[in-house]
């Protein structure tokens, strides 16, 4: 006899024996989906022609769960952990791998560049901190003139010294006028002519303004990006 599941289309080959003649209520080992079987239909011409023999009578059989084929005793499909275990995927492995390098590669060159190599953070287009400038600036004197149309010029000069054995970048050099109370009340940027200086070599710089505040009592100079005390 063939047992068809309605609910998940399961099929079992069965001996009648195991339904009996008045059916009985199965089971589906799959989908644990539960219906009455009826017994075979028996040919009542050929039983009539057949011999009688004498069968004694036994109770129908408890009801029985039908197990899928090929399933081993007490495998149960809905059970909390599977009979297999989950496949590896090694690509997520490589991945995982290859994110934990890369931030392990980031903090070494950040330790490098933090721990005492500022030629090399420079390299990398880094700056840890003020740049210190081994350029010079001397003999900056300060001249303060009425004009004939009534303005006042400002005129700051000097020279920048490279006291190294090495050849120098020249920066920029900041101009700031302080009042009595140490305040910036007028500032800007003077361009040296040259850009670089050889060792022990020197450049000289002017720049004036007009119309400079009354209140600047102190002159500061400084390079572009230096720290300023």
């Known amino acids: ?14 001996p009648d024996s195991a339904v009996g003649p008045e059916g009985r209520t199965v089971r589906c080992a799959a989908c644990k989906h539960s219906w009455f079987q009826p017994g075979h239909v028996l040919d009542l011409v ?14 129908p059989p408890p009801d029985v769960e039908i197990e ?15 009979p297999f275990r989950p496949r590896r995927n ?3 492995r490589w991945t995982m791998a290859a994110v934990v390098a890369g931030l392990t590669m980031m903090v070494g060159a950040g330790a490098i560049l933090w721990t005492g190599a ?25 001249e ?7 303005n006042e010029m400002f ?38 002519e040259a850009t670089t200086l050889a060792p022990h070599g020197s450049v000289e710089f002017n ?9 600047s009592k102190n002159l500061v100079l400084s390079f572009a990006g230096e720290a300023v005390s």
Not at 3 to 12: A, D, G
Not at 69 to 82: I, V
Not at 118 to 142: C, D
């Open 155 to 192: 005129a700051v000069s000097g020279k920048i010294v490279n006291p190294t054995n090495t050849r120098q970048p020249v920066p920029d050099i900041r101009v700031e006028l302080k009042d009595a109370q140490h305040r910036v009340v007028y500032g800007w940027i003077i361009r040296p």
């Open 68 to 82: 899928s084929p090929g399933t081993a005793p007490g495998y149960d499909a809905f059970a909390h952990e599977p």
């Open 1 to 14: 006899m063939i047992l068809e599941c309605s609910q998940c289309r399961t099929r079992y080959l069965v």
């Open 118 to 142: 500022p030629g090399l953070a420079s390299q990398f287009g880094l700056q840890l901190g003020p740049a210190e400038v081994p350029l010079k600036i001397i003999n900056y004197p300060v």
């Open 207 to 215: 720049s004036a303004k007009l119309d400079v505040p009354v209140s």
């Open 144 to 150: 303060r003139r009425d004009l004939d149309n009534g």
């Open 90 to 92: 090694p690509a997520r």
């Open 46 to 59: 050929a039983r009539a022609e057949a011999p009688l023999v004498s069968v004694r009578s036994a109770p």
